[in-house]
C-alpha cells in the first residue's frame, strides 16, 4: 500500500492518479502527518502495513519532516521507503531530510515521469539486487 500525504487535496489526487497509472493500485491518502502516522499505525496493527511513503514537506498540524522523524524512530517503521515531496529546494533542507532518513526527494513541480524516476530509485535503494 502507498500512502500519500499532502495538505492539498488537487496534489493528492494528483500523485494518486500517477501512481495508479504505474500500476500501484492500494493507495491510500492522508492530509497531515498526524493522520498518516494514525493509518501507519493502523495498517501496521491490522497486518496490512504501508509500504511507500510519498510525503509534502509543508503542512499544517506535523510537517513532513516531523513525520519522517517520528517513523524513523521506531523500529517497524526505520525502513519504510519515504519520498519527500516539496517546492522547498534549498540545499540545507535537503540535508536536513537526509539525515533524518529520507530515502529520496523531489522538488515541485514535477511530471509523471519524475516520480516514475524517483520512485525507481527508491525502489533500487531498499531492495538492492533484484
Not at 521506531?74 to 535537503?94: G, H, Q, V, W
Request: aromatic share 6%; net charge positive; with cysteine.
Amino acid at each position: 500500500m502507498v500512502l500519500v500525504i499532502d495538505d492539498m487535496i488537487s496534489m493528492r489526487k494528483t500523485l494518486t492518479n500517477i501512481i495508479k497509472d504505474f500500476g500501484l493500485t492500494k493507495v491510500t491518502e492522508a492530509q497531515n502527518g498526524l493522520e498518516a502516522l494514525s493509518i501507519l499505525n493502523n495498517n501496521y496493527k491490522a497486518g496490512n502495513p504501508v509500504g511507500l511513503v510519498l510525503c509534502d514537506w509543508h503542512m499544517p498540524e506535523m510537517s513532513g519532516l516531523d513525520l519522517l522523524k517520528s517513523i524513523r524512530e521506531r523500529d517497524e517503521f526505520k525502513a519504510l521507503p519515504f519520498l519527500m515531496i516539496t517546492a522547498e529546494n534549498d540545499k540545507s533542507k535537503i540535508i536536513e531530510a537526509i539525515k533524518c532518513g529520507v530515502s529520496n526527494y523531489m522538488v515541485k513541480p514535477f511530471s509523471p515521469s519524475d516520480v516514475k524516476a524517483k520512485l525507481t530509485e527508491i525502489w533500487k535503494k531498499h531492495n538492492p539486487g533484484k
